[in-house]
């Protein structure tokens, strides 16, 4: 199995839609991220969780809402989007969330219309 | 100034030269470097982890400049496959704090 692994690859959801996005990690790593990476613009860190907890909100939106039921895996709960968050979204997994060396899933496509 | 600073290229290089490019970075209080490099649709992947005495992977290398406050990526020989986005991160004293810059765009020719 790959380290980190992203579902779905690709969705498209109306802005009255509510959809999830999964992320799993099996390196046995103990911190999770999520990252928006919109085009010509630096990924942005939205969300990191270190053994289950928050450590940091990056005045993400409220529509975005993530949970991180253990330590493996991490959700990404949408609703109400809008069209500028049409953008590829990336979770990625470190040994611990004082590491750089970060683990990338291949992302989720999102497409708002 | 933005945080963490690429040219964007693209660098258009024919096979078998050397490039470089650096990134700078704003907070002096930034403790850790990386590059991690993109290939077109895909997801960031780390290339190598920058050292202040600097560091040295086959054909890449990788310098850190404090007083600067810039880092570089140089690469040897290169190759086709070399071809992609390379990403230049800077993590802050903080504990989680991870910045990406916006990547520079590299391109071999044969």
């Known amino acids: 199995e790959t380290g980190v692994t992203q579902t779905p690859r690709h969705l498209v959801m109306g802005m009255t839609n509510k959809k999830s996005l999964k992320c799993e990690q099996h390196?046995?790593?103990?911190?999770m991220y999520w990252y928006k990476q919109s085009a010509k613009k630096p990924l942005e860190l939205m969300f990191v969780?270190?053994?289950?907890?928050?450590?940091e909100n990056n005045s993400v939106p409220s529509r975005f809402s993530p949970e991180c039921p253990n330590s493996s895996h991490l959700f990404l709960h949408l609703h109400t989007l809008q069209p500028e968050d049409s953008a590829l979204y990336l979770c990625?997994?470190?040994?611990?969330?004082?590491?750089?060396?970060?683990?990338f899933g291949e992302g989720s496509r999102l497409t708002v219309l | 100034r933005k945080e963490v600073e690429q040219d964007p290229g693209p660098f258009n290089v024919p096979e078998g030269a050397t490039v470089a490019f650096n990134c700078t970075y704003s907070?002096?209080?930034?403790?850790?470097f990386f590059w991690y490099r993109q290939d077109c649709r895909k997801e960031p992947k780390l290339l190598m982890s920058?050292?202040?005495s600097g560091n040295e992977d086959g054909r890449f290398t990788a310098q850190l400049n404090r007083a600067s406050q810039y880092i570089s990526l140089l690469i040897r020989d290169s190759k086709l496959s070399d071809s992609a986005t390379y990403l230049c991160?800077?993590?802050?004293?903080?504990?989680?704090?991870?910045?990406f810059g916006s990547g520079t765009r590299l391109s071999i020719r044969p």
């Open positions: 990625a997994s470190s040994q611990d969330y004082r590491s750089g060396e970060l683990f």
């Open positions: 390196l046995g790593h103990n911190a």
């Open positions: 969780y270190s053994l289950e907890e928050r450590v």
């Open positions: 907070n002096s209080a930034s403790q850790s």
């Open positions: 920058v050292y202040s």
């Open positions: 991160v800077v993590k802050d004293s903080s504990a989680s704090k991870i910045i």
